[in-house]
């Protein structure tokens, strides 16, 4: 397998600056490039078009087989969505064990159940202390962005997961041997590092199928600075949220960027930082003692934030389990809702599934949020949703 070691790598081409302690370096233009999605007050556009968001989450993109990606993206396409969420992972302690991963790297299950069958994408190497990206293990992310390509969809994509399911920002503060998972990952100059590093090697990556240059590409839709980033205490996360958009920006002026938080108790608060694009929240009624009507009005409040500050709004992350009666109703008017609001520019359901290798679909779903193209009512109803929220686009033209 082919490495790059980052714990001191230093980018000298071009207009240098001083990020973090750090030079930096890269295209500083503002003017994105044609074909990409951007906005224009509280509607995302597209080739002088608004560009609403109809989509879906799927989270085993990043270490599936190509075939369970493929069918997973095929899935997209028959449900009609235009955009598709994923995460950057898996990260993983070091290759000899001596820093060790501190979740189940050696699982068999199935892909949806984070069986990664040895994929990662990030280790640590304790002889030099520094963060090592397996740039062979990425050939399964351009492949991903090559295929979603191919079906004219675009991706919104985390840098990395703040939950430790495959590692993500807890496996990265283990690295270093600390336990506080709120806090030290986002204040520790060595991970803020480490970060940064990641983000400059993700944006400047060569995808080798297509050729672009990720930063380039415009079948990428936004980045996120992570999924649901916790940390603790508030002025910190939002510390951490400015610095780091900033410096997404700077790598990659061209693509939007927003926090990935989701921004429940915090009623969207960073969608009024500078570089945040637009605004995300992620809406689980059962967690938050939430009745259905409850999370109808948080719609139409999260929508009127949005609406405040000037920027686009998206429930960018939703689900109720098939065990509540009336499921199928409530995620009906919920996005009905949705698109009759000013402030919000579309919506990405959790989560959708596919055919796994075995060529059934995932055995466990313990969460009951799983859409999958079955024919069953709830399928019926997300179709459904996605082409009305399409067509209030075209409609508006």
């Keep these: 397998m082919r490495f790059i070691h980052v714990g001191a790598l230093i980018w000298l081409t071009g207009v240098g600056l001083l990020i973090g302690g750090e030079v930096v370096s890269g295209d500083f233009s503002s003017t994105p490039p044609l074909h990409f999605v951007s ?54 302690g070091s290759l000899d064990g001596a820093v060790p991963t501190i979740w189940d790297f050696e699982s068999t299950e199935e892909a949806s159940n984070l069986g990664v069958k040895g994929n990662y994408l990030l280790s640590f190497d ?32 985390a840098f990395l997961d703040f939950w430790a399911y495959t590692g993500g920002a807890q496996q990265m503060r283990s690295w270093y041997g600390s336990s506080d998972e709120n806090t030290f990952f986002f204040s520790d100059p060595r991970t803020k590092a480490d970060y940064r590093a990641w983000v400059r090697y993700v944006v400047n990556r060569k995808n080798t199928l297509t050729g672009l240059v990720y930063k380039d590409d415009p079948t990428i839709m936004a980045w996120e600075l992570m999924n649901e980033p916790k940390a603790k205490p508030d002025a910190l996360r939002k510390a951490w949220i400015a610095e780091m958009a900033a410096y997404v920006k700077l790598m990659d002026p061209g693509h939007l960027v927003t926090s990935g938080h989701d921004n429940i108790r915090t009623k969207m608060s960073d ?27 948080q719609i139409i409040q999260y929508c009127a934030i949005g609406k405040d500050a000037g920027k686009p709004a998206v ?22 809702t949705l698109d009759e609001q000013d402030g919000c520019a579309g919506w990405i359901v959790w989560r959708l599934v596919a055919l796994q290798d075995h060529g059934r679909f995932p055995v466990d779903d313990h969460d009951q949020f799983d859409i999958r193209n079955d024919g069953s009512e709830i399928w019926q109803v997300m179709k459904a949703a996605i082409a009305r929220t399409l067509r209030k686009a075209v409609d508006r033209q």
Aim: glycine share 8%; proline share 3%; net charge negative.
């Design 39 to 92: 906005t224009q007050g509280t509607m995302f556009t597209l080739d002088g078009r608004e560009f609403r968001v109809a989509g879906v989450n799927n989270h085993y993109l990043a270490f599936g087989s190509e075939q369970e990606v493929r069918a997973a993206l095929d899935d997209a396409v028959a449900l009609g969505a235009n955009v598709v969420r994923t995460f950057l992972q898996p990260v993983i």
């Design 126 to 157: 304790p002889a030099t202390k520094s963060m090592v990206i397996n740039a062979d293990g990425f050939r399964k992310v351009d492949f991903l962005i090559a295929e979603a390509s191919k079906r004219n969809l675009k991706l919104v994509i």
């Design 271 to 297: 969608i009024y930082l500078k570089d945040i694009d637009y605004g995300a929240w992620h809406g689980y009624p059962f967690f938050y003692n939430q009745t259905k009507d409850d999370f109808r009005d």
């Design 315 to 336: 429930l960018a992350e939703f689900g109720w389990a098939r065990s509540n009666p009336g499921r199928d109703a409530a995620y009906d008017e919920w996005l009905r």
